[in-house]
């Protein structure tokens, strides 16, 4: 008996098996074809829609040309002046560039005057945004500007000056010296009188928490320099580099990031540790000038690494001294204020005071001085990658400082220890090398 031949029987085997594979993808390939579709489609959505939410919020931010509009609107009606507003409005010299702001009322860019780089800052008010689009021109019925009022004279502006400071800071002996700067920088144009535009002008800007701060840290390094204003927009230094390298980020991802992915991407695109040890000897220097400076105690009540910037030699910059406030005006807004748990007796982000819960009123005194708060945040900073014969001692004194509590004048011996305990600390370990 002869049998099939083995090649033809295994060619045969393989043309049945090609042809109900054929048969098999020929009744899946309507099914596949819906879920590529499907998929090509959400593609596409996901990527339309976020596309137009980084439009709106990218229009939402960034309205810097609604700023200048303004301003310069008010400024060709003779309304105010300032040191910069003709290079900005007649002569377009001020270049506006990348947007950087993370709020719509608070507009910041990063820019180019006078051949150097420069942070642009300017207030839009909400009763111009909330009605208004983006593109429409500067409603005429809007008083940016309304003080002080014709016929004041520069002995009732200079007192008006001073009731406004002693409000914001404190009644401290040192204010008739700030007020003297206020006058100064009001006079740019140095004709030994301030006309209404400029008194306008510099009323307006002292309203703004930020500037109010930079004049008064002015003669602190770690502070950016005020280098001219026009209205209540104002320029400064350039943006230092910026620490947490999330904050490049678009606005909409960054609370989507968990706090481990901070941290790693921290230690990946950050500073070598040597850098970030000179960096955050500046941060408890700043934490020093803010207590009992010229001026009176400040607080920072968002102390987050988004605001911890340095400049190109690794000396420490604040990024951001929005929330930075001063002591009388914490005071002013928790004292007394109705509260049922200590998270309703908070100034800013992280500014708590402890509620009495017998009256419902929250206590003037802050539960964590800014100290701690700072401290808090270098763990996560310095001691990933710390050398291995600091790391046990570096944690045990950050453990130490988180521990402060209560008002910093009740500790400030203790306070000043620690600062000074931490400082030395670090500084040894960078002194006497490139990094120092």
């Not at 596309?51 to 200048?68: D, F, I, N, T």
């Not at 300017?122 to 409603?139: Q, Y």
């Not at 509620?355 to 001691?383: F, S, T, W």
Request: aromatic share 8%; proline share 5%; hydrophobic share 40%.
């Amino acid at each position: 008996m002869h049998g099939v031949p083995q090649d033809l029987s295994f060619g045969a085997g393989l043309v049945s098996l090609r042809v109900a594979s054929s048969r098999l993808i020929q009744g899946r390939l309507p099914g596949l074809r819906v879920k590529y579709v499907f998929l090509v489609w959400l593609g596409v959505f996901a990527g339309s829609w976020l596309a137009y939410v980084h439009y709106s919020s990218y229009a939402e931010l960034c309205r810097g040309h609604v700023c200048q509009v303004v301003i310069c609107d008010q400024y060709h009606k003779g309304i105010i002046s300032g040191s910069i507003c003709q290079d900005l409005c007649n002569l377009h010299k001020v270049e506006w560039r990348t947007c950087l702001s993370s709020v719509p009322g608070q507009q910041v860019y990063s820019g180019l005057w006078q051949g150097k780089e420069v942070t642009i800052k300017c207030g839009i008010e909400e009763s111009l945004n909330s009605k208004a689009g983006s593109d429409s021109a500067p409603r005429r019925e809007l008083v940016l500007f309304d003080k002080p009022t014709r016929g004041t004279s520069i002995k009732e502006f200079r007192e008006m000056t001073l009731g406004f400071l002693k409000a914001n800071l404190g009644d401290l002996p040192s204010l008739p010296a700030l007020v003297g700067q206020v006058l100064l920088m009001a006079d740019f144009n140095q004709d030994s009188r301030v006309s209404l535009a400029e008194a306008k002008s510099m009323w307006a800007l002292l309203q703004r928490n930020e500037f109010l701060l930079l004049l008064s840290l002015q003669e602190k390094e770690h502070a950016s320099r005020l280098l001219g204003y026009c209205g209540d927009l104002y320029v400064t230094e350039g943006a230092p580099h910026g620490s947490w390298h999330g904050a490049a980020l678009p606005p909409l991802l960054r609370p989507l990031l968990p706090p481990a992915l901070h941290s790693a991407l921290q230690q990946w695109l950050g500073p070598a540790w040597p850098w970030r040890a000179k960096i955050a000897i500046g941060l408890l220097e700043f934490v020093e000038e803010l207590f009992h400076g010229s001026y009176g105690t400040f607080y920072m009540c968002e102390t987050t690494l988004a605001n911890v910037g340095y400049t190109a030699k690794y000396d420490f910059k604040m990024a951001d001294l929005q929330q930075v406030a001063p002591e009388a005006a914490v005071r002013r807004f928790l004292q007394g204020r109705h509260c049922e748990h200590s998270s309703d007796c908070t100034y800013g982000r992280d500014c708590r005071a402890p509620c009495d819960k017998l009256m419902r009123q929250c206590k003037g005194d802050l539960i964590q001085p800014n100290l701690a708060k700072v401290c808090e945040l270098l763990r996560d900073y310095l001691l990933p990658g710390a050398p291995a014969d600091l790391h046990a001692e570096l944690g045990r004194q950050l453990r130490t400082c988180t521990t402060l509590s209560g008002l910093a004048s009740q500790v400030e011996a203790h306070h000043s220890l620690v600062l000074s305990h931490l400082k030395t600390l670090l500084w040894k370990k960078i002194s006497n090398t490139k990094y120092s």
